[in-house]
C-alpha cells in the first residue's frame, strides 16, 4: 500500500475517489470549489457527492455567507465512518494513535514497553493495542487496520524485519507480532512513516529527514515513496559525515547519526530533548554552543542531499518538532555551504510535528481507503 497509485480504475471512479480525497484532504470546500480545483464540470461533481453521501462518507454542513447569489454549503467528510491505529515501536516505548478518516488523531497514548525478541513482548505489544482500541470503542466494522512503524528495513515480499540495529534483531518474522493482532496490519519503517504523514504536502519530489533518536530519511519522486532495490532507501543516517569521527550505533564511525541525531542535543539537558529546547531559550551556554555546532552539521547534511537530490527537503521528527522558531537562522547557515542555490527556501519544516511515526503508519490505511472506494 506505501507509494500505491490509482490505475486502471473507470474514469467515473476516478472522478468519485479524486473528489471524495479533495473532501478529506481540505476543510470547508464547496462544491463550487471542487469543480475549479479539480477541473471537472458542475453535474460531475454532483453527482459524486450525492453518490458519498449516500455511501455515507461526506456530509453538506453549514452555509457560507452569500456573495450576491445563492449560499454555498460545505461539505465535509464524516470523520467517525472509518478509523485506523497508527503505532509506533521504539526500543523502549509504544506510542499509539486513533485516526479519523479525515487522517487527524483522535486519541494517543504513550507507554513503556522495552522491545525484546520474546512471546512476552509480542504478548504484551498485541494486549496493548487490544486495549486502546477498546477504550476508543470503535464500532469492528469502522476499523480498516493497524499501521506499525518501527526503526528498522521492513521486507514486505518476504514479511521481515531484516535489520533493526537499534532493536538489535535481523530477519525476525512480521508474524510474530501479528498473531496477537487479529486485524489487519500493514509495517513500515519508521522514517517512512512520519514522511508519509507529510504526503499530502508534497506537491513532486521530496527529501524528508527524520531528526529522532535515530536519523532516517524517505525519499519521494512523484509524490510516491521510493523504497529501494533492498528496502533500505532513505538510511540517510548512515551517510558519512566525518570520516574517522564519531561512532555511530551502527559500527562505523563518521555517520551523521552520530552528530544529528536527537539524542545529540537531549544529552546536554539530562535526557530530554524538551528540556533542551527550555534551556537553548534561556541562553544556557552549554546548550546553545551544542545547537551551534549540531546545526552546522545539519546544514552540512542537507546540502548533500540538495546536491544529490535537487529537490525540497523537509525537516521532522523529534527534532523537527522544535525547528519553525530557528528555521531563518538555519537556512541562512545552509546557504554558506551550498553556492548553487540563491536561497535555502528548499528547507521546511515538517506539517505534522506531533505523532508523526504513529500517524503515517495508520494513514497508510486511510489513504488506501480512499483510493479503494467503489
Known amino acids: 500500500m506505501i507509494g500505491a497509485k490509482v490505475e486502471n480504475q473507470p474514469m467515473k471512479q476516478m472522478n468519485k475517489i479524486k473528489i471524495f480525497r479533495f473532501i478529506c484532504h481540505n476543510t470547508d470546500v464547496t462544491k463550487q470549489s471542487i469543480a475549479y480545483h479539480l477541473g471537472m464540470s ?220 536527537s539524542r545529540v542535543l537531549s544529552s546536554l539537558a539530562e535526557g530530554s530533548l524538551e528540556r533542551f529546547f527550555q534551556k537553548l531559550s534561556q541562553g544556557d551556554p552549554a546548550c546553545t554552543a551544542g545547537w551551534e555546532t549540531y546545526l552546522r552539521y545539519l546544514a552540512i547534511s542537507v546540502t548533500n542531499l540538495r546536491m544529490a537530490f535537487d529537490c525540497p527537503i523537509i525537516l521532522g521528527g523529534y527534532v523537527g518538532a522544535y525547528l519553525s522558531p530557528y528555521l531563518s537562522r538555519f537556512q541562512e547557515l545552509a546557504s554558506l555551504y551550498n553556492t548553487f542555490d540563491r536561497d535555502s527556501d528548499y528547507l521546511s519544516v515538517c506539517h505534522a510535528p506531533d505523532h508523526a511515526y504513529a500517524l503515517g503508519a495508520g494513514l497508510q490505511f486511510i489513504e488506501g481507503f480512499y483510493d479503494s472506494i467503489p
Not at 211 to 217: H, K, N, R, S
Not at 221 to 227: I, V
Not at 234 to 249: A, R, S, T
Open 42 to 261: 458542475m453535474p460531475t461533481v454532483l453527482q459524486n457527492i450525492k453518490a458519498l453521501v449516500a455511501d455515507g462518507l461526506v456530509e453538506e454542513q453549514k452555509t457560507l455567507a452569500s456573495t450576491g447569489g445563492r449560499r454555498a454549503r460545505t461539505v465535509s467528510v464524516v470523520r467517525d465512518a472509518r478509523f485506523a491505529v497508527g503505532v509506533e515501536i521504539t526500543a523502549r516505548h509504544l506510542e499509539t494513535a486513533l485516526l479519523d478518516l479525515g487522517g487527524f488523531i483522535t486519541a494517543s497514548e504513550r507507554v513503556s514497553l522495552a522491545y525484546q525478541d520474546s512471546p512476552e513482548y509480542y504478548r504484551a505489544f498485541g494486549e496493548h493495542i487490544a486495549s486502546f482500541i477498546q477504550k476508543q470503542a470503535i464500532p469492528t466494522d469502522r476499523l480498516l487496520g493497524v499501521g506499525i512503524s518501527l526503526p528498522g528495513n521492513v521486507d514486505t515480499a518476504r514479511d521481515l524485519i531484516t535489520q533493526s540495529r537499534v532493536l538489535r534483531i535481523a530477519n525476525v518474522s512480521l508474524q510474530k507480532f501479528r498473531r496477537h493482532l487479529p486485524y489487519e496490519t500493514i509495517f513500515c519503517n519508521d522514517a517512512n512513516a512520519a514522511g508519509l504523514a507529510e504526503q499530502k504536502y508534497i506537491q513532486k519530489d521530496a527529501v524528508f529527514l527524520s531528526l529522532a533518536e535515530t536519523v532516517g530519511g524517505a525519499v519521494f519522486f512523484d509524490r510516491q515513496l521510493y523504497m529501494g532495490e533492498q528496502y533500505k532507501s532513505g538510511e540517510i543516517g548512515h551517510m558519512i559525515l566525518v570520516p574517522d569521527g564519531k561512532e555511530c550505533y551502527c559500527g562505523k564511525s563518521g555517520c551523521m547519526d552520530a552528530y544529528c541525531s
